[in-house]
């Protein structure tokens, strides 16, 4: 994730969830993306379950207070901006930062539409379990982590120690991270978000060390307690460089983007996404529903929006 673009191998590559199975969408538009006369709304989901706790709220809303047929689509984040400025799709309700799209396709073509905050901002870090931050209480800062290197062996990182990443596509700067602050560690990537939390929950039952790349707000604190490492601060400009960064991670407003001629014709549904704003403890709650209470993100959905109604009639007014 989530804050400079990176390069995503395999270019676009767009899933379509719901409706009538799986459809290759890098060929085609999703046949309910704009589409002339209907109440049909197209929403990407990443693959992180905070960002599909927003859609599914969303959905469930747009669905059942607004009539209309949602549909959504599972894409990475940069070929999301391609996908959301050639009317592929409709909206993106959770962007961690991307300024070199922000610059193309906001403010130079204006195919996109700035849709407004979420109202959660977001944080990437290294971590620790709490347990193991109690034990070293040093651990915590990144200059401390080389005499406890060997803590973090594993058959992947060799004689160095693990520092754990989740999908090659969220954006990192962990190996600049590493190599710039000289650290004797090997980025070694989980394959996706539910690849590393299997194992951060596997490493915290045996009570074992582990060294994460992890965000916020992110269910998972509540199961798994976790200390951040203070990495050098954050300054403006101290991540302008990809190959030079040795700095922390910012604080991020998320923010969400409307394609241009949706924001403008899309009705009910444009004005709705554009008010959709709610907390961290909301989307946390709706995220562990999902991913550890194992409810469908619909179930999920519906669960919040029954106790909820005050926070959800403010999207439609």
Excluded at 14 to 32: E, V
Excluded at 252 to 257: D, E, G, I, S, V
Excluded at 290 to 303: G, R, S, V
Aim: proline share 5%; net charge positive; charged share 25%.
């Amino acid at each position: 994730m989530r804050r400079r673009t990176t390069a995503v191998a395999g270019g676009l590559s767009l899933l379509l969830l719901s409706g009538c199975g799986a459809a290759d969408m890098t060929k085609q538009a999703s046949p309910f993306a704009n589409a002339q006369g209907a109440k049909t709304v197209t929403l990407s989901v990443q693959s992180w379950v905070g960002a599909q706790a927003n859609v599914a709220v969303a959905e469930y809303v747009l669905e059942h207070e607004l009539g209309y047929r949602v549909d959504t689509v599972q894409v990475d984040e940069v070929p999301a901006w391609d996908a959301l400025s050639q009317g592929r799709v409709d909206a993106i309700l959770e962007d961690w930062g991307h300024p070199d799209q922000e610059k193309r396709y906001v403010q130079d073509k204006k195919t996109i539409a700035r849709g407004g905050g979420l109202g959660v901002t977001g944080h990437i870090g290294w971590f620790v379990p709490t347990y193991l931050a109690k034990k070293y209480p040093d651990i915590t800062n990144w200059k401390n982590l080389d005499k406890y290197a060997h803590l973090f062996r594993t058959a992947e990182s060799g004689d160095k120690g693990q520092l754990m990443d989740g999908s090659p596509s969220y954006v990192t700067n962990d190996k600049a991270l590493v190599k710039n602050l000289k650290l004797d560690y090997q980025v070694v990537f989980a394959g996706s978000e539910a690849a590393q939390i299997t194992q951060i929950r596997q490493f915290a039952k045996e009570k074992k060390p582990f060294l994460t790349y992890w965000y916020e707000p992110q269910w998972l604190f509540k199961k798994v307690p976790m200390t951040e490492v203070k990495l050098p601060p954050y300054k403006e400009g101290c991540d302008a460089d990809p190959e030079k960064v040795a700095c922390a991670y910012p604080h991020t407003p998320l923010q969400k983007y409307l394609n241009a001629d949706f924001a403008k014709k899309g009705g009910k549904a444009a004005a709705f996404l554009k008010k959709f704003r709610w907390t961290t403890e909301d989307q946390n709650e709706v995220s562990l529903m999902i991913a550890d209470q194992k409810l469908t993100p619909e179930q999920a959905a519906k669960k919040w929006v029954d106790s909820h109604a005050s926070t959800w009639k403010k999207w439609l007014s």
